[in-house]
T-cell receptor, first 114, second 109 residues
Framework: GAVVSQHPSWVICKSGTSVKIECRSLDFQATTMFWYRQFPKQSLMLMATSNEGSKATYEQGVEKDKFLINHASLTLSTLTVTSAHPEDSSFYIC??????????FGQGTRLTVV | LAKTTQPISMDSYEGQEVNITCSHNNIATNDYITWYQQFPSQGPRFIIQGYKTKVTNEVASLFIPADRKSSTLSLPRVSLSDTAVYYCLVGGGYQKVTFGTGTKLQVIP
C-alpha cells in the first residue's frame, strides 16, 4: 500500500508553546488529507479535512485558530497546535487520499504538553 | 455518511477463523466498505475494501450480502499478532473518512 509518513513520532512541549506536526505522502500525490485526534481507548475523531491549495474544513467543535492546518503541496500537510495546554495532549494521526482511492494513515504523533 | 455498528469486543483462540460483522443500514449506492486494523499507538492500517459480494486478499476476506446493509470481515487462522482494534468504514469517493467505535479483537493463546 501507499506510504504516509508523520513526523515527529512523539513530542513533549511546555504549556503555552506551539507544536508543528508534518504529514507526508511519500509515493503518491494526496489530493485530500485528514487530521484526527485519538484519546486513550477511544476511536479516532476527525478534526479537519484539507485539500491541496485550499483552506481546511474543520469539524464541529474543533477550534480552527488553535489547530492550524496547512496543505501547501500534494505531498505535505502540517498541523500546528498553537498555545498548547495539557488538555491538548493526545495521539494525532493524519491520513491521505488520492482522489477516490482508499485512505492511508501515518504512524501517529504522541503529543504531551507539560 | 452511513453509520456503522460493530461489536465492541471479541475473543478468539489462536488458529481459529474470526468473523467480525458490521451493520450499515443506511449505506448509499456509491459507498464502499473498508476495513482498517489499528495496533496501540499506531495509525490504522488498510486491510480490505469491497463494494459487493466477496473480496479476498492475502490477509482477509470481506463478505457483503446483496442488500449491502452489513458486511463481515473474515480473518483466517488468527495469531496473537492479530490482537488489535478493527474498524469498519462506509463511504469512499470524495467523502471524508470517519471512524466508528471499532471492534477490539483479543486473540488468546
Amino acid at each position: 500500500g501507499a506510504v504516509v509518513s508523520q513526523h515527529p513520532s512523539w513530542v513533549i512541549c511546555k504549556s503555552g508553546t506551539s507544536v508543528k506536526i508534518e504529514c507526508r505522502s511519500l509515493d503518491f500525490q494526496a489530493t485530500t488529507m485528514f487530521w484526527y485526534r485519538q484519546f486513550p481507548k477511544q476511536s479516532l475523531m476527525l478534526m479537519a479535512t484539507s485539500n491541496e491549495g485550499s483552506k481546511a474544513t474543520y469539524e464541529q467543535g474543533v477550534e480552527k485558530d488553535k489547530f492550524l492546518i496547512n496543505h501547501a503541496s500534494l505531498t505535505l500537510s502540517t498541523l500546528t497546535v498553537t498555545s498548547a495546554h495539557p488538555e491538548d495532549s493526545s495521539f494525532y494521526i493524519c491520513s491521505a487520499k488520492r482522489g477516490v482511492a482508499e485512505a492511508f494513515f501515518g504512524q501517529g504523533t504522541r503529543l504531551t504538553v507539560v | 455518511l452511513a453509520k456503522t455498528t460493530q461489536p465492541i469486543s471479541m475473543d478468539s483462540y489462536e488458529g481459529q477463523e474470526v468473523n467480525i460483522t458490521c451493520s450499515h443500514n443506511n449505506i448509499a449506492t456509491n459507498d464502499y466498505i473498508t476495513w482498517y486494523q489499528q495496533f496501540p499507538s499506531q495509525g490504522p492500517r488498510f486491510i480490505i475494501q469491497g463494494y459487493k459480494t466477496k473480496v479476498t486478499n492475502e490477509v482477509a476476506s470481506l463478505f457483503i450480502p446483496a442488500d449491502r446493509k452489513s458486511s463481515t470481515l473474515s480473518l483466517p487462522r488468527v495469531s496473537l499478532s492479530d490482537t488489535a482494534v478493527y474498524y469498519c468504514l462506509v463511504g469512499g469517493g470524495y467523502q471524508k473518512v470517519t471512524f466508528g467505535t471499532g471492534t477490539k479483537l483479543q486473540v488468546i493463546p
